[in-house]
């Protein structure tokens, strides 16, 4: 299995600009969760799914921030429009119940608004 | 909010050495796992206990629960510079959800 898969690894982009991340989780996993890690706030949860459907979206900073899961193998985060303040990394994972909820994580996604 | 919370947040220890980590949270749980993130990765799953478990080993490592305590720890034995990593608890407490620490940076020197 390739794992959680992120694209892109990097992203470099102008505050006011829309930014999409995108996300393939494991295949046959039933949740999914989009994190946001910096040095000031650490590891946040932003938002998760189980079996496509947005469960818990607290973490969702802004109305900027929006994510959506149209079948079981792809999610996307989308920011608009981009602020400064949004840089940071990007981590997708995923989990199944049989799993005991062990998530495993993808590379992440660096994102640099200037 | 955060639940658990490592100590210490940072580790410098020698090759060979054995590396101790604890984290303590604040609400009940279903289970605590542990994960470590390598420079620019992601999170990697290490271990997980159970909260009618008291202890558990894989490989190097061994972990304890303290559900009285609200408090767990991560042990390395004869550690390796490989091991040079962060190294985060989380708590599951029924929900799917896993809330992490800030983390603990664990420094291994050859």
């Known amino acids: 299995d390739a794992g959680v898969i992120q694209s892109p690894r990097h992203e470099v982009t102008e505050m006011g600009q829309e930014v999409t991340l995108r996300c393939k989780p494991i295949?046959?996993?039933?949740?999914l969760f989009w994190y946001r890690q910096t040095m000031m706030r650490g590891l946040e949860l932003l938002i998760y799914?189980?079996?496509?459907?947005?469960?818990?979206d607290s973490g969702m900073p802004e109305d900027r921030f929006s994510a959506k899961m149209p079948n079981a193998s792809f999610s996307t985060l989308k920011i608009q429009p981009s602020e400064p303040r949004d840089s940071a990394v990007y981590f997708c994972?995923?989990?199944?119940?049989?799993?005991?909820?062990?998530?495993?994580f993808g590379a992440g996604t660096r994102l640099s608004v200037l | 909010s955060q639940q658990g919370e490592e100590d210490p947040q940072a580790l410098s220890i020698q090759e060979g050495e054995n590396a101790t980590m604890n984290c303590s949270y604040k609400?009940?749980?279903?289970?605590l796992q542990w994960y470590r993130q390598n420079s620019g990765r992601g999170l990697v799953h290490l271990i997980l206990?159970?909260?009618?478990?008291r202890e558990k080993h894989s490989g190097r490592l061994r972990v304890t629960l303290d559900t009285s305590k609200k408090s767990s720890s991560l042990l390395i034995t004869a550690s390796r510079a490989a091991d040079t990593a962060s190294y985060f608890c989380?708590?599951?407490?029924?929900?799917?959800?896993?809330?992490f620490g800030k983390g603990m940076k664990l420094t291994v020197n050859p």
């Open positions: 994972a995923s989990s199944s119940r049989q799993g005991q909820q062990v998530q495993y």
């Open positions: 295949s046959g996993h039933n949740s």
């Open positions: 799914f189980n079996n496509n459907v947005p469960i818990d």
């Open positions: 609400t009940s749980i279903n289970n």
């Open positions: 206990i159970r909260s009618n478990e």
């Open positions: 989380a708590t599951e407490g029924g929900s799917e959800k896993l809330v």
